[in-house]
């Protein structure tokens, strides 16, 4: 027999692995975003190469390329720090934040990236979704300087 203490003991465990199930797809569903968001590059490239001369496509493809390695490197060093201030959201740090720019000393080359969850900062980081979701901002961030190089393809010499 299944009394009513074993009952919502088995009803914890459920909700319990549900949650676990509930995250897992959420970091599967953030980094899925993130590729498709990411291939926008592959796009943006064969549109800047079909905009050009015959002889400046491989310049273009090559510009399409340092975007998005540039802006990775940028985007650990930097960007991702100034966009998302972990320590204004914690208030054991004693830093109240900048409504504007990051300013603390988390996030700046993913420093600390491990011990707070990317999305809520409050949690230990589980399933990756911290990780998944530094690489989703940095797929629109590359995207957006892709765009910007592509504008301006053949008309800078």
Same mark, same amino acid.
């Given at each position: 027999? @299944?009394n009513?203490?074993?009952?919502?003991?088995?009803?914890?465990?459920?909700?319990?692995?549900l949650e676990?199930v509930k995250? &897992?797809?959420?970091?599967?569903?953030?980094f899925?975003a993130?590729t498709?968001v #990411?291939?926008?590059?592959?796009?943006f490239a064969?549109?800047?190469?079909?905009?050009?001369?015959r002889k400046n496509?491989?310049? @273009?493809?090559?510009?399409g390329?340092?975007?998005?390695?540039?802006?990775a490197?940028? $985007?650990?060093l930097v960007?991702?720090?100034?966009a998302?201030?972990?320590d204004?959201?914690?208030?054991?740090?004693?830093?109240?934040?900048n409504?504007?720019i990051?300013s603390?000393?988390?996030?700046?080359?993913?420093? %600390?990236l491990?011990?707070?969850? %990317? @999305?809520a900062?409050? &949690? &230990?980081?589980?399933?990756?979704?911290? $990780?998944?979701?530094?690489? #989703?901002?940095?797929?629109?961030a590359?995207?957006?300087?892709?765009?910007?190089?592509?504008?301006?393809?053949?008309?800078?010499?």
């Amino acid at each position: 027999k @299944i009394n009513m203490v074993n009952a919502t003991i088995l009803a914890q465990q459920a909700l319990a692995q549900l949650e676990g199930v509930k995250a &897992e797809l959420d970091t599967f569903y953030l980094f899925w975003a993130a590729t498709l968001v #990411f291939q926008m590059q592959m796009g943006f490239a064969m549109l800047s190469a079909g905009a050009v001369r015959r002889k400046n496509t491989a310049n @273009i493809l090559l510009k399409g390329l340092a975007d998005a390695s540039i802006g990775a490197l940028l $985007w650990y060093l930097v960007g991702y720090g100034f966009a998302f201030d972990a320590d204004a959201a914690n208030p054991k740090s004693g830093h109240t934040g900048n409504a504007f720019i990051g300013s603390g000393p988390t996030n700046f080359a993913l420093a %600390g990236l491990s011990l707070h969850n %990317g @999305i809520a900062h409050q &949690e &230990e980081s589980k399933y990756g979704g911290d $990780w998944v979701h530094w690489f #989703f901002n940095y797929a629109f961030a590359a995207a957006a300087a892709t765009i910007v190089s592509g504008a301006v393809a053949q008309r800078c010499t």
